[in-house]
């Protein structure tokens, strides 16, 4: 079975300042890995993704991710936090195969930016 | 490109009765997802289409709920007999199946959010 774990319920960073939310992730497969961004009352915009390639993988919003296999993580990064970042982050996981299959999330990190 | 529509975006019903939902995906997208989301969680698998094929139901799926795609376009969700249990968000998302950087990548609706009082 797939799962995601998201072990901080809330992270708090000031702004300017480096910011990390952390997500493990099992497969038995290869995985496909996600992270999401939900803003009060709206649906989830996608940030990123890892299929295959490179481990350090850019998205929207200068946030990026590291796919570390041997620590089964894939952590969300922003050198430089903003107050505007402040959302509920969500990690994804599928397996490979088969193709296009339902994502399973995490419970979800709470990021708040302090000015 | 348009993204992912959902209707309505809020229902407030009362136990017992029954509720539909209507997601419209990105145009040309041939698989659509449902996920139901609580609060203080992630979005939960429900069930997803292939074209007008629905291709697997969670167990999350009670037989109150149904969802169809009759034309591959848009798919509606119905709860019958709602329950209080059943408050939520619904939430639609849309995927092209191809191969490449732009596979696999779900985009999301807004959401219906369901009150059952």
């Known amino acids: 079975a797939q799962s995601v774990a998201q072990p901080e319920d809330q992270v708090n960073v000031a702004e300017g300042n480096p910011l990390t939310v952390k997500c493990t992730y099992s497969?038995?497969?290869?995985?496909?890995l996600f992270w999401y961004v939900q803003y009060p009352n709206r649906g989830l915009q996608f940030l990123l993704k890892?299929?295959?390639?490179?481990?350090l993988v850019k998205g929207s919003y200068g946030f990026e991710a590291e796919f570390n296999k041997s620590q089964t993580s894939f952590h969300l990064k922003k050198p430089s936090a903003l107050v505007s970042d402040s959302a509920l982050y969500f990690c994804?996981?599928?397996?490979?195969?088969?193709?296009?299959?339902?994502?399973?999330f995490g419970k979800g990190t709470r990021l708040s930016v302090i000015a | 490109d348009t993204g992912v529509s959902q209707d309505p975006r809020h229902k407030i019903t009362k136990r017992g009765q029954n509720v539909t939902f209507r997601c419209d995906p990105i145009s040309e997208h041939n698989r659509l997802y449902w996920y139901r989301q609580t609060l203080g969680q992630g979005p939960e698998f429900l069930t997803y289409f292939q074209n007008e094929a629905q291709l697997e139901k969670s167990r999350l799926l009670s037989d109150r709920f149904s969802a169809e795609r009759p034309k591959g376009s848009f798919s509606t969700l119905e709860i019958q007999r709602t329950e209080q249990g059943d408050s939520a968000m619904y939430l639609c998302a849309s995927t092209e199946e191809l191969q490449g950087p732009r596979a696999e990548t779900q985009y999301f609706g807004p959401g219906t959010r369901l009150l059952v009082l």
């Open positions: 994804a996981v599928r397996d490979k195969w088969p193709g296009n299959t339902p994502l399973v």
């Open positions: 890892y299929i295959t390639g490179d481990n």
């Open positions: 497969v038995s497969g290869n995985p496909y």
